[in-house]
């Protein structure tokens, strides 16, 4: 009988030794304390939890990507890292950077990628730099783009993209509100009599200022995206290499 109790003594100390370390904090994931979505730049999409509010002197307890929820305990304004409980049951420190109240996450502002240089999309980088940051992806006119940072730099906005769930940098001259997004709305077919039955489709309003971006033909069908871009120009899309540009409206038959 006392060798069974020595057994059943051995059995449930290894029984406590694999309980998750937050029930033996008397924390759990199932508690209602706030939610924090990871949303880490640096390093570019991830996080690391530690068993001090410390990445130097604290013991790296696991890797955290983007877009997982934790729910914050309590904040260490000292150090600038938050105490948490993770869905896996560990506690532990995250660095307060890398982290986003879930609220906040959804009353972001949301964009439309609206490119009209050079061809219609845009890229994503992990900097807000087109020469030192890394190119994450190419982004066509019209995908949805969610703001994190408007002000990130005084050329790139930081991002959150709906398709890739990629977060990075867009130049804002390349992303427009949702409101004022304008959808391609009709077709018209290039007719110009001058000077010899074909136009030229420009970077601006301007045949002095604008850079030609090629020639297009009388028949070509383009689609437009704003009849009054200007009070001479229309801006359009040409379908056969998806560019995007300003066309004279005297060389436009709308269809």
């Not at 029984?15 to 370390?21: I, Q, T, V, Y």
């Not at 390093?43 to 068993?51: E, H, M, S």
């Not at 130097?56 to 305990?73: A, F, M, Q, S, T």
Request: proline share 5%.
């Amino acid at each position: 009988m006392k060798k069974r109790l020595v057994s059943v003594a051995l059995l449930c100390a290894l029984l406590l030794s694999l309980a998750p370390a937050a029930l033996a904090d008397g924390y759990s994931y199932l508690d209602s304390y706030p939610e924090y979505v990871v949303e880490s730049y640096q390093p570019n999409g991830y996080c690391y939890l530690y068993d001090k509010p410390s990445d130097v002197n604290g013991r790296n307890l696991g890797r955290h990507d983007n877009g997982e929820i934790v729910k914050v305990i309590s904040y260490d304004q000292q150090h600038g890292y938050y105490f948490v409980v993770c869905s896996n049951g560990k506690t532990g420190y995250i660095h307060d950077y890398a982290l986003k109240p879930y609220e906040d996450t959804l009353k972001r502002n949301r964009y439309r990628v609206y490119s009209i240089d050079p061809d219609g999309y845009c890229y994503l980088y992990d900097q807000p730099s087109d020469i030192k940051g890394k190119n994450l992806g190419r982004y066509d006119n019209g995908e949805y783009i969610q703001i994190v940072d408007w002000d990130a730099s005084e050329v790139y906005a930081q991002v959150f993209c709906e398709r890739t769930e990629k977060y990075g940098y867009i130049r804002k001259t390349c992303l427009v509100k949702e409101a004022d997004y304008k959808p391609l709305d009709f077709y018209a077919i290039v007719d110009s009599t001058d000077p010899y039955g074909y136009c030229y489709l420009y970077s601006e309003p301007s045949d002095i200022y604008g850079q030609n971006r090629g020639r297009h033909n009388n028949g070509e069908w383009v689609r437009v995206v704003d009849w009054n871009a200007s009070e001479v120009y229309a801006l359009v899309e040409c379908p056969l290499d998806h560019k995007i540009g300003y066309i004279r409206k005297t060389c436009l038959k709308p269809l």
